[in-house]
């Protein structure tokens, strides 16, 4: 029994399948990284290294520059490059004129071959490659190699000889032309999927922000930056005017400091002109951080030179608001939290009071409609309501705890943790009167959620009310009733028959329930799916289906798929079945499927801090469709397979990976 809870456990914690987050390890190569480039608009080629201007030989071969001894050869290149960026779905694909949702069939084929060492997965019709990755038994931990770059035919469009290259769903596109920030032999630089250089490779630190690259050279006391426009190719703030330039850019403002020398004060730059538009006398939360993003025009600072108060500035440098406050933190768009003298209040985005500081502690702000109405509150202690768009408090501050505001209704606790009602904000009477425990989070419109009742850990039972008329939809009989997904889906799990448990970790006692049988139960309390499973999981945005399992001594947890009707779709036979995954690019939902892995603990399975997690290891993988058709079957020999994303899916085979196409076959 305490093998099988065991088991349970860890099948509950692990919620789909092992995500990808590799680095990876390649072959040297011996080319020398470019220390210049050849502006051809201009007629000039920059040097980088020195930040001089050099008058430009030739257009239409290399142009060699003699500098303090040593060669440096440039490249002349067209900035406007053809590299149209790939399409977002798979080719043969026109998702915009199919129902991806009641597609059957598919068409898998291995584009690229299970070679590298480490992939990580398509974005914007590329994909990052790797070789040479080694593990380090002695060190424990994973020594990096180089990378590449292909597209969805398999080709290299880089060649592996980068240290590093940076995701490519954060990558930007100048013109047609998509542009990457990579790394080689230390040094980072952008480059484009043709090769290109819009950047080369001298810089410390390179991040691209709407068109900008801020880039760092040097480190240490030798560290200065600079902003270059990926548009124009030039430079807004060449080196060595400012140490550090800002990440927060917005609204073309970004902030400048000249570091240490001026106790790292910041100011306002225009990133178009490179036009210092404040004085330098700015600071963030940190002691070097700088001051955060414009949001419609605002932005918060604190004024070191001011008594580190905090306030409000526009976008030309212009203070909104007296730097009075001790802390300022956006609620929204258009209204900020202010702190002042231990008192916290909201003020808009031109500065004005809506609430004066009086309460104790940040606030946040509940939805209503379109607008936003009720704030829970504290004040000596306790909690209430606060009427933002009326400036009045509407619940006196009487609560221990507001847990909870929807819509015109609000779960609180009076006096004692486990006493715990639902109060009606308008008129300040009980919908259901203090006596329960919890009540979960509402998430359908009609406001039916689970509630429980009794003390956790020895007593507590759940049913279903409904919040807004108190009503008992389902007695208070279950040891669990949850929402099947985060939309509703008219669909409730509910466990039955289970034990507490007192359990230890990391010094501290607490209860969790063990064993059980789990089912499903519509709004109403129907029973449309009975409790005969060790395990349910609501397959999202699929036909209803269902991933079940069923516990065997000798076996183990075994997985299959079935519907709302309790019908089996796909056989209980897998060691493991994810949940569906579909993206804007690839909307044909998918999930993984395995027949024979064991869950085993890895120290390795983190490659940054080597904590180790439970993995699944062995066995075969493949996908199924939303019927519980087989579409890759799980017969072949991949060892590991990761989501369909961009038409393509990442596949592992005797510890090298490869890529399928995966496509509706319309």
């Not at 484009?192 to 630190?205: A, C, M, Y």
């Not at 004066?356 to 909690?383: H, I, K, N, T």
């Not at 009609?446 to 507590?460: M, R, V």
């Not at 890759?632 to 899916?649: F, H, K, R």
Request: aromatic share 14%; hydrophobic share 40%.
């Amino acid at each position: 029994m305490n093998k099988m809870r065991k088991y349970i456990t860890v099948f509950c914690l692990i919620s789909a399948m092992i995500f990808m987050g590799v680095y990876v390890l390649v072959a040297r190569h011996d080319a020398v990284p470019y220390a210049g480039i050849v502006y051809p608009e201009h007629d000039i080629v920059h040097d980088y290294e020195n930040d001089e201007v050099i008058p430009e030989k030739s257009q239409d071969e290399p142009v060699t520059v003699q500098y303090s001894d040593n060669e440096i050869i440039y490249h002349a290149f067209d900035f406007a490059c053809d590299c149209v960026v790939a399409p977002k779905t798979a080719p043969g694909n026109h998702f915009e004129n199919e129902d991806i949702s009641v597609l059957l069939q598919f068409i898998y084929t291995e584009i690229v071959p299970p070679i590298y060492d480490s992939v990580r997965d398509f974005s914007n019709g590329f994909a990052v490659v790797g070789m040479g990755r080694t593990w380090n038994e002695e060190e424990w931990r994973w020594e990096r190699g180089l990378y590449g770059l292909i597209d969805k035919e398999g080709n290299l469009v880089l060649p592996i000889i980068y240290d590093r290259i940076g995701d490519i769903a954060d990558t930007v596109s100048i013109g047609n032309c998509v542009v990457i920030i990579a790394t080689y032999d230390g040094k980072r630089g952008v480059v484009n999927v043709h090769g290109d250089e819009i950047l080369p490779f001298i810089f410390t630190r390179v991040s691209i922000r709407e068109n900008f690259a801020v880039v760092n050279y040097g480190t240490g006391d030798d560290r200065t930056a600079g902003l270059f426009n990926l548009l124009t190719h030039e430079f807004v703030i060449p080196k060595g005017i400012y140490v550090a330039i800002s990440d927060f850019i917005s609204e073309y403002r970004t902030w400048v400091t000249l570091g240490p020398e001026n106790y790292w004060q910041w100011g306002v730059v225009d990133i178009n002109s490179g036009e210092l538009l404040t004085p330098m006398v700015y600071s963030g939360r940190g002691r070097s951080s700088s001051p955060d993003w414009f949001n419609n025009g605002v932005a918060v600072a604190r004024d070191v030179c001011g008594g580190r108060k905090t306030g409000l500035l526009d976008a030309n440098g212009n203070e909104i608001t007296r730097f009075i406050y001790d802390d300022i933190f956006w609620l929204c768009e258009c209204i900020l939290h202010v702190h002042r003298n231990g008192r916290w209040g909201i003020v808009s985005i031109e500065g004005n009071y809506i609430l004066e500081p009086v309460f104790d502690y940040r606030m946040w702000l509940y939805a209503r409609g379109e607008g936003l109405r009720y704030s829970a509150v504290w004040q000596d202690g306790l909690m209430g309501i606060w009427d933002v768009i009326e400036g009045r408090m509407i619940i006196p501050n009487i609560y221990l705890d507001i847990a909870g505001i929807y819509n015109n209704y609000a779960i609180v606790r009076y006096g004692d943790w486990s006493v715990t009602g639902v109060l009606n904000i308008e008129t300040g009477e009980y919908i259901i009167p203090l006596g329960y425990m919890t009540f979960g989070a509402n998430t359908l419109d009609n406001s039916i959620t689970p509630a429980s009742i009794g003390t956790e850990g020895y007593d507590l039972k759940m049913g279903l009310v409904d919040i807004q008329t108190g009503e008992v939809i389902v007695d208070f009989i279950y040891n669990d009733l949850r929402w099947a997904n985060s939309g509703g889906g008219g669909f409730i799990i509910f466990q039955t028959g289970a034990e507490w448990e007192r359990r230890v970790w990391d010094g501290g006692e607490f209860y969790a329930l063990a064993g059980g049988l789990f089912g499903v139960m519509d709004v109403n309390g129907n029973i449309i799916i009975p409790a005969i499973y060790s395990f349910i999981s609501y397959m999202h945005n699929s036909q209803n289906l269902f991933v079940v399992g069923l516990w065997g001594e000798q076996d183990g947890m075994k997985m299959g798929v079935i519907n709302s009707a309790g019908e089996i779709v796909l056989p209980i036979v897998y060691t493991h079945v994810g949940s569906f995954f579909s993206s804007s690019s690839f909307p044909a939902y998918l999930a993984s499927v395995n027949i024979g892995a064991e869950l085993v603990w890895d120290n390795s399975a983190n490659l940054y801090d080597n904590s180790g997690d439970y993995v699944l290891r062995g066995g075969k993988w493949g996908f199924i469709g939303i019927y519980g058709n087989l579409v890759v079957p799980a017969g072949l020999e991949y060892d590991l397979v990761y989501p369909v994303v961009d038409g393509m899916a990442a596949v592992m085979r005797d510890g090298l990976w490869g890529f399928l196409s995966v496509i509706p076959d319309v």
